[in-house]
């Protein structure tokens, strides 16, 4: 951070000789203009009192210490004033910043915000243009935010804000949907045609709490389209992995976001371990593991398989082609988020903040899920997925679905909700580009 506020210039040159002209004025006072030169002045009178050597010298002591009295006093002064300009140019230069990520947040498709040149807030104060950049994060945005003079730079990932009106969108499959046992399912529903009906698995009986008619909506029968850039760019970086030289995983590696350039890392099949990754980072692999002592925020993971491990605690984007398994009590913190191909699974209270999405689309003869979730799992944000889902357990936020079975040990239940409780959350960013939340951006976390 750099300080570059306009200070007008300083005056401490000029008051040493202001002081130096007030003192000449003082000694000409008592010698000149009151009589020195006719023998009238005091000084005249104590030479002919005969004190001729210990006046002058006491009257040029005195006036040098007022000299450097006012000197040192005007000095303060004069800090304490530049100090306070300061300090006002950096509040104003943070309430310019905060100004412009609230403009975007709301108008994130105006092109004037994000124009090179720059965008005036004010039109009354000359320093208030500042410059938005914003860049693809995985599946977030990097909003990049700097005064004119550089002297408060941010950048923070956002997402969508959630819509109020869609927790839940099940395809409609002109099939009603099945509750049972403890399951509760909160917000604005869109259902197939026939909507839900309260039944039971084996001899377990709907236990939660019966649904008012005023929350169900009638869904389509296809879910919301991704949008083709979003598509296009993920298969870009499945690809970039093949090009790169095969490396080790650093010890420790921290790289600021504001740098604009993107560190890529390639690994192989390996289980990472015993490092800190932090920053604009993104890491190919082949099969991964992630081990609990391994430390990272805000990295994009690529990978045919990840598996995330028991007890591990990290904030990243995951992105594999077929698999991805989170262990028990693994824990991907806000905003993180997971991308799969195939197959997906949160294990015994495990917990994802921030988005889980299958695009199995696929069809198959044999029935399987592509997305199992326990019944002591939790996820923040939203799930969405292209075939088969069970699941269980908690999903605060919004779930997409094309069709939810329970996979028994005796069997499965087709379009059933079994002990799955679904609440809205309108504090979690969405992804960008999935055709879900709104088009108003939503602020995910600080990065700088």
């Not at 000449?24 to 001729?52: D, I, Q, W």
């Not at 006002?88 to 309430?95: D, E, L, P, T, V």
């Not at 807030?121 to 599946?139: K, M, N, T, Y």
């Not at 699974?345 to 399987?368: A, F, H, I």
């Amino acid at each position: 951070m750099r300080m570059n506020d306009p200070i007008l210039p300083s005056l401490l040159d000029t008051y040493p000789v202001a002081l130096l002209l007030s003192g000449f004025r003082f000694l000409r006072s008592y010698g000149v203009e009151t009589g020195c030169h006719n023998g009238t002045g005091p000084f005249r009178r104590a030479m002919k009192a005969g004190l001729y050597g210990s006046v002058l010298p006491t009257v040029v002591a005195v006036s040098l210490v007022m000299l450097a009295t006012l000197s040192g006093l005007l000095m303060l002064w004069e800090r304490e004033r530049i100090a306070f300009l300061r300090e006002q140019r950096f509040r104003q230069a943070r309430a310019d910043v905060e100004s412009a990520y609230t403009l975007y947040r709301l108008h994130p498709g105006d092109g004037k915000l994000t124009a090179v040149e720059g965008y005036r807030l004010s039109d009354s104060l000359p320093h208030s243009r500042v410059r938005i950049r914003r860049e693809s994060w995985g599946l977030y945005e990097a909003v990049h935010v700097a005064v004119e003079d550089s002297l408060v730079v941010a950048c923070r990932l956002m997402g969508v804000r959630p819509d109020p009106e869609q927790t839940l969108y099940y395809a409609d499959n002109r099939i009603a949907v099945t509750l049972a046992g403890r399951t509760e399912l909160q917000g604005v529903l869109h259902l197939p045609q026939n909507g839900a009906v309260y039944g039971r698995m084996g001899a377990d009986f709907f236990r939660g709490r019966e649904i008012p008619r005023a929350a169900f909506r009638r869904s389509g029968a296809e879910l919301p389209h991704p949008d083709v850039a979003v598509i296009n760019r993920l298969d870009s970086l499945f690809t970039a992995g093949k090009r790169l030289p095969q490396t080790g995983v650093p010890d420790s590696l921290a790289v600021p976001f504001h740098i604009g350039e993107t560190v890529s890392l390639r690994v192989g099949d390996a289980d990472v371990g015993g490092c800190i990754l932090m920053g604009r980072i993104v890491l190919h692999a082949g099969e991964l593991r992630l081990d609990s002592t391994c430390r990272m925020e805000h990295l994009v993971v690529i990978a045919r398989k990840i598996v995330v491990g028991r007890g591990t605690r990290i904030a990243a984007q995951l992105f594999a082609r077929d698999t991805v398994v989170v262990e028990p009590r693994a824990v991907l913190e806000y905003p993180s988020g997971i991308w799969c191909g195939q197959y997906t699974e949160l294990q015994e209270q495990s917990e994802v903040n921030g988005y889980v999405v299958v695009r199995d689309t696929v069809r198959r003869n044999r029935l399987r899920p592509c997305y199992r979730q326990s019944r002591t799992a939790r996820l923040r944000g939203l799930l969405r997925t292209d075939g088969m889902a069970h699941v269980q357990g908690i999903v605060a936020g919004c779930a997409v679905l094309r069709r939810a079975v329970y996979f028994a040990p005796q069997g499965y239940y087709k379009d059933m909700f079994y002990d799955c409780t679904l609440l809205g959350n309108p504090e979690t960013a969405l992804p960008i580009g999935l055709g879900t939340g709104t088009e108003r951006r939503k602020e995910a976390v600080w990065v700088e």
